[in-house]
């Protein structure tokens, strides 16, 4: 079966969250099950600087007013489809905001040139190679199935991946001429939405399928509460709406060989990790004792709960436990945090950025990782900290609620328990898990069977990519 995935990042050459890290490794683990992948994404200035030995496959003299190239290479195991179009993407700053942390204005347009060659692409006008299906994610490339329903092409079977429904490409209708779509497509049934345009909200109406990246996401997408809106579209989707949890890539995330972890480890060998912890202690300059380190590593925003843990700091230092933060994010948060740090000398460490090695080195040393997400509809951090023995605490929405056992009485019983569930996200609320978690880290044999637990759960890609590879054949076989 052949595939044209349609994506605005992908993991590694172009990243700001887990979309690009699904982009990037689920076409991989798919090639198992018979599914040839080729991924189209922008060529912006890091792709255009990584990529080589690219051959020119198809070029579009007007794509919504502009020149624009597709180049095909193939780059660590994928298959690639580079739009280059210079005028959309060859600018500083990021993927989606310029140098001053702002939305490019044009935002709407260099998304839906991606949209519109994605569906010329699938009509064949790529020589030599045509998909059997489309495979679309998040607003950016959600017109994609648009225009294949307006533009007079065969139609193909589309699915669409929600990501985040927070974010959903919502313009102006000032912008709609600008999209090249027939007059009737601003519509109900179509990107009308409120009397704006709605990209997402185009890709929900018009895409033969849709996934969400945890089966507890699906559900929570369905109520007011988490469906920012676009609930009552979803629910008029029911049917066709499918949650499949997100993997990770088991190799680059190994504790036994990671290049970046000290001293390597296993579910057998986990006094190993005291190096790796000892390390942690002094890139964050903390007291070098036996008191649980737990960590954060994380956008530090409202949406990831790191306001609660700025407001729990000086209490996680009360109850014996010492704190480590990495990230960036809103300048309130930010600043509380390094406050906290500075009052807690020793006990706390903050650093602002981020930094992939030590993120690694991170989940390799700390006791346990905390992730209060307000919603969060994969994570993938907490898949990090099964995969190597960091045990999470969580809060108890979407993905997290998926992924991670609850330490209950039952499942501390069964020896099934991976980590800890909180909720409501509150201060108290995460306050009681961390205390549970003091608790458990007490008794060095109950937290090590926490710890191996954790590290035998199967957080690959294979069975996802297995449902997936099911659903692409479902929805071919019914030759939509």
């Known amino acids: 079966m052949k595939v044209l995935s349609v994506s605005s990042e992908v993991f590694p050459l172009i990243k700001t969250g887990g979309l690009a890290d699904v982009s990037g490794a689920l076409p991989i683990t798919l090639k198992a099950f018979g599914v040839e992948t080729k991924t189209l994404l922008p060529g912006y200035p890091a792709v255009m600087k990584v990529i080589r030995d690219a051959v020119v496959r198809l070029e579009f003299p007007d794509l919504l007013g502009e020149r624009a190239t597709v180049l095909e290479v193939e780059h660590e195991g994928l298959d690639l489809l580079i739009l280059d179009a210079p005028a959309y993407y060859d600018r500083p700053g990021g993927p989606y905001l310029d140098p001053l942390g702002k939305d490019y204005p044009d935002n709407w347009r260099r998304f839906a040139a991606l949209s519109l060659a994605a569906s010329e692409i699938a009509a064949g006008l790529l020589p030599g190679w045509r998909p059997d299906l489309v495979h679309t994610h998040d607003w950016q490339a959600a017109l994609t199935s648009v225009y294949m329903r307006y533009y007079p092409t065969p139609e193909l079977p589309s699915l669409l991946t929600i990501h985040n429904i927070a974010f959903q490409g919502q313009f102006g209708s000032e912008i709609f001429p600008g999209l090249r779509l027939p007059a009737h497509a601003f519509a109900t049934e179509s990107v009308e939405y409120y009397g704006t345009v709605g990209f997402l909200k185009g890709g929900l109406k018009t895409a033969h399928a849709i996934t969400t990246v945890s089966p507890t996401y699906a559900d929570e997408i369905l109520t007011s509460e988490f469906g920012m809106g676009l609930e009552g579209v979803i629910a008029s989707r029911i049917d066709d709406l499918h949650g499949i949890v997100n993997g990770i890539d088991t190799d680059i995330w190994n504790p036994a060989t990671d290049p970046v972890v000290h001293t390597h480890y296993g579910p057998t060998t986990l006094k190993n990790r005291e190096e790796n912890r000892r390390s942690i202690a002094e890139f964050f300059h903390l007291d070098n004792d036996d008191a649980p380190i737990f960590c954060v590593i994380s956008r530090l925003t409202w949406q990831k709960g790191m306001d609660i843990v700025a407001n729990v700091a000086d209490e996680i230092v009360a109850m014996g436990g010492k704190l480590v933060v990495l990230g960036s994010g809103e300048a309130a948060i930010e600043g509380a945090l390094l406050a906290s740090a500075s009052r ?27 992730i209060p997400s307000r919603f969060e509809p994969c994570g993938l951090t907490q898949l990090y900290g099964l995969r190597y023995g960091c045990v999470p605490i969580v809060a108890r929405t979407g993905g997290l609620n998926d992924t991670v056992i609850d330490a209950n009485h039952a499942a501390l019983a069964a020896k099934v328990a991976t980590g800890i569930q909180f909720a409501p996200v509150t201060e108290t609320g995460m306050l009681q898990a961390i205390r549970r978690a003091m608790h458990f880290y007490q008794d060095r044999k109950l937290w090590t069977q926490l710890q191996k637990q954790g590290m035998k759960s199967d957080v690959s890609w294979e069975k996802s990519a297995e449902r997936y590879a099911a659903l692409y054949s479902s929805l071919v076989s019914k030759g939509m």
């Open 344 to 370: 807690h000398p020793g006990r706390i460490g903050v650093s602002i950025g981020y930094n992939e090695p030590m993120s690694h080195l991170m989940q390799a040393g700390c006791d346990a990782i905390i």
